[in-house]
């Protein structure tokens, strides 16, 4: 990975070195730590800082949840990402803010004077066309109510890790967790659609599964097309039913999903799930 070599950290422009915690920090033994991944697209002649104002609302709102109370306010946050913007080449870059602690302190302490934000960027593909191959993981999505969903907690991130691993290890792009209940919730980092007659459906949100800004974004343009959305339990047992499914989130954009487990479609060629990805990256490059 091309990390930047510079990065916004406690409200100044430095070399990404200098954001470094002590490696006997609690955020580094008990991940303690809130992130964001936000996306910044170069389109031709400007940045479209996609969707930023929401990612960064929604990570200083988790990590005071994580009492990783911040001095900055979103608004702070995003003249943050403008002055790293302007450091950068002129292409895609993907976003990612973090609180977390420097100070060594392995124990369960609340340090306020070592809370740190920091921002860095690591340039990206996008609109990549591959379509992946899921597989229905072994590995059970943390339930919401040992850590909440919408908080984005560095430790809880470890359960996507086993899902991704596990996914790749049998060749599959990544996995697809289920909820304790038994439902389709979220794949390690990204949410899912189906396509069922030519409308969508996807999970609700339970409490378990991440209430993504994709999702939500994509839910209000097929509104607007006129296409009906449905948010309900999926089983396991309903996938043979669908005809087509994708994921959708900030890294991975819209992707068609040719299989989950020995569930195969031609999802890249419906033509809702075109429409989708047409209607998203009309957004993106704007
Ligand atoms: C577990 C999980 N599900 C879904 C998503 C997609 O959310 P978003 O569209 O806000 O990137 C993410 C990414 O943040 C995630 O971490």
Same mark, same amino acid.
């Given at each position: 990975?091309?990390?930047?070599?510079?990065?916004?950290?406690?409200?100044?422009?430095?070399?990404?070195?200098?954001?470094?915690?002590?490696?006997?920090?609690?955020?580094?033994?008990?991940?303690?730590?809130?992130?964001?991944?936000?996306?910044?697209?170069?389109?031709?002649?400007?940045?479209?800082?996609?969707?930023?104002?929401?990612?960064?609302?929604?990570?200083?709102?988790?990590?005071?949840?994580?009492?990783?109370?911040?001095?900055?306010?979103?608004?702070?946050?995003?003249?943050?990402?403008?002055?790293?913007?302007?450091?950068?080449?002129?292409?895609?870059?993907?976003?990612?803010?973090?609180?977390?602690?420097?100070?060594?302190?392995?124990?369960?302490?609340?340090?306020?004077?070592?809370?740190?934000?920091?921002?860095?960027?690591? /340039?990206?593909?996008?609109?990549? &066309?591959?379509?992946? +191959?899921?597989?229905?993981? $072994? *590995?059970? =999505?943390?339930?919401?109510?040992?850590?909440?969903?919408?908080?984005?907690?560095?430790?809880?991130?470890?359960?996507?890790?086993?899902?991704?691993?596990?996914?790749?290890?049998?060749?599959?792009?990544?996995?697809?967790?289920?909820?304790?209940?038994?439902?389709?919730?979220?794949?390690?980092?990204?949410?899912?659609?189906?396509?069922?007659?030519?409308?969508?459906?996807?999970?609700?949100?339970?409490?378990?599964?991440?209430?993504?800004?994709?999702?939500?974004?994509?839910?209000?343009?097929?509104?607007?097309?006129?296409?009906?959305?449905?948010?309900?339990?999926?089983?396991?047992?309903?996938?043979?039913?669908?005809?087509?499914?994708?994921?959708?989130?900030?890294?991975?954009?819209?992707? /068609?999903?040719?299989?989950?487990? &020995?569930?195969?479609? +031609?999802?890249?060629?419906? $033509? *809702?799930? =075109?429409?989708?990805?047409?209607?998203?990256?009309?957004?993106?490059?704007?």
């Amino acid at each position: 990975m091309k990390m930047s070599e510079f990065a916004w950290f406690n409200g100044a422009i430095v070399p990404h070195q200098a954001a470094d915690p002590s490696v006997a920090s609690n955020t580094l033994h008990l991940g303690v730590a809130v992130f964001d991944g936000c996306m910044a697209y170069w389109n031709e002649t400007r940045w479209n800082r996609h969707l930023l104002t929401k990612h960064l609302q929604r990570f200083v709102r988790g990590a005071a949840l994580m009492d990783l109370h911040l001095p900055w306010e979103a608004e702070e946050l995003e003249a943050g990402v403008d002055a790293l913007l302007a450091t950068l080449e002129p292409t895609t870059h993907y976003i990612r803010p973090i609180a977390y602690r420097t100070a060594p302190d392995v124990f369960f302490s609340v340090d306020q004077e070592s809370t740190s934000a920091c921002i860095f960027a690591v /340039p990206v593909e996008r609109d990549s &066309d591959e379509s992946y +191959r899921c597989q229905l993981s $072994p *590995v059970e =999505r943390v339930r919401g109510q040992a850590i909440p969903a919408t908080w984005k907690v560095s430790g809880a991130y470890a359960n996507s890790y086993r899902c991704e691993q596990e996914a790749r290890r049998a060749g599959f792009h990544t996995g697809v967790m289920l909820n304790a209940a038994g439902f389709i919730c979220e794949a390690s980092s990204s949410n899912l659609f189906f396509v069922d007659d030519g409308e969508l459906v996807t999970p609700r949100l339970d409490g378990d599964t991440f209430p993504g800004l994709t999702r939500h974004l994509l839910i209000d343009q097929a509104h607007d097309a006129g296409t009906s959305v449905t948010e309900r339990d999926i089983h396991p047992a309903d996938l043979p039913s669908f005809d087509a499914a994708f994921l959708c989130g900030t890294l991975s954009e819209v992707r /068609p999903i040719s299989c989950i487990g &020995d569930v195969e479609w +031609r999802s890249a060629q419906n $033509p *809702v799930v =075109r429409s989708v990805i047409t209607r998203f990256r009309e957004f993106t490059h704007r």
